[in-house]
């Protein structure tokens, strides 16, 4: 029972991310994607930063020496190529491929963490880059691969991200201060981009306000207080593997209510993709009940 909630918000959270790729496709039919990113980034530093205050985090700005390359792999590069890609290219297509990036984390992890590839994280990477293959299908040279690769792109940024915030985290750093600062400076970055490759026009209509909305309240704001709820009060590896709950979301979503079918190699890739993300989770959960083991015996004996 004492799971109930943080299993209740992980639940929301991925409802939340997954319907958001329908919601951002919708949105860019009025706002060019990197001014929407810059917005959507932006506005939800905007909501962020009051929230540090309200729950007495610090508003200290953390080393620039950290923050600053964080918010340009995290926001700039993460969040500009996902909006990008979806410019051209499917939402639910592009959901599973942006969300490859625990993969591409594996493969950085181990040279420059030192955390190696292990037990079915193997046969995971194999099934990953065979699902990709369908999905770049090599030989089409129509336009939606432009937004295959962005979206790939942006995978391999999210997950330099994540490298960054392990190799060079300062200690004792308060992880909400450092989303709110690194959005900061990325959503800046954001906005350079699109004063240099956007035309600064926007249709403000009700569903690109709507879309916005959406992006800085549940999709930045609430999202990331339930996911800081939910890994607190779950291991990890169930947390990551509830996530996975959302780029399916995004499939099934964009499925519906775009009319976004996706062709049997298509199909074929996505599915292959799921599999490996599942089993990258999978193992990592398997190596933390085996810590855990590990360890009881030592903790009794205290």
Request: with cysteine; aromatic share 12%.
């Amino acid at each position: 029972m004492k799971r109930t909630g943080p299993l209740a918000a992980l639940g929301l959270l991925s409802l939340i991310w997954g319907y958001n790729w329908v919601v951002m496709k919708i949105g860019l039919k009025d706002c060019p994607p990197l001014l929407f990113a810059s917005l959507r980034v932006l506005g939800g530093a905007m909501i962020l930063l009051p929230l540090l205050r309200l729950f007495r985090r610090p508003l200290t700005v953390p080393p620039l020496s950290y923050v600053v390359p964080l918010g340009l792999f995290q926001s700039t590069g993460f969040v500009g190529c996902t909006l990008w890609a979806l410019e051209s290219g499917a939402a639910g297509k592009t959901a599973i491929l942006v969300y490859m990036m625990p993969l591409w984390l594996l493969m950085m992890a181990w040279p420059v963490l030192g955390e190696r590839i292990r037990g079915w994280q193997w046969p995971a990477m194999g099934f990953a880059f065979l699902g990709l293959f369908l999905i770049l299908d090599p030989g089409r040279t129509d336009s939606s691969l432009h937004g295959t690769l962005l979206a790939i792109l942006s995978g391999i940024f999210w997950a330099i991200s994540a490298v960054w915030q392990k190799k060079m985290a300062p200690p004792g750093i308060d992880l909400l201060t450092v989303t709110a600062w690194q959005m900061v400076f990325g959503g800046l970055g954001l906005l350079f981009l699109a004063i240099l490759r956007d035309p600064l026009t926007l249709h403000w209509s009700p569903a690109l306000i709507g879309a916005l909305l959406y992006n800085a309240l549940p999709g930045n704001a609430l999202a990331w207080l339930l996911w800081a709820y939910a890994l607190r009060h779950l291991p990890s590896g169930v947390a990551g593997m509830g996530t996975l709950v959302a780029p399916l979301v995004g499939v099934l979503a964009s499925w519906a209510q775009l009319g976004e079918h996706p062709g049997s190699r298509e199909f074929q890739g996505m599915l292959f993709i799921f599999l490996a993300l599942f089993l990258v989770t999978w193992q990592h959960l398997r190596m933390q009940n085996d810590t855990a083991l590990a360890s009881g015996p030592e903790e009794s004996g205290e």
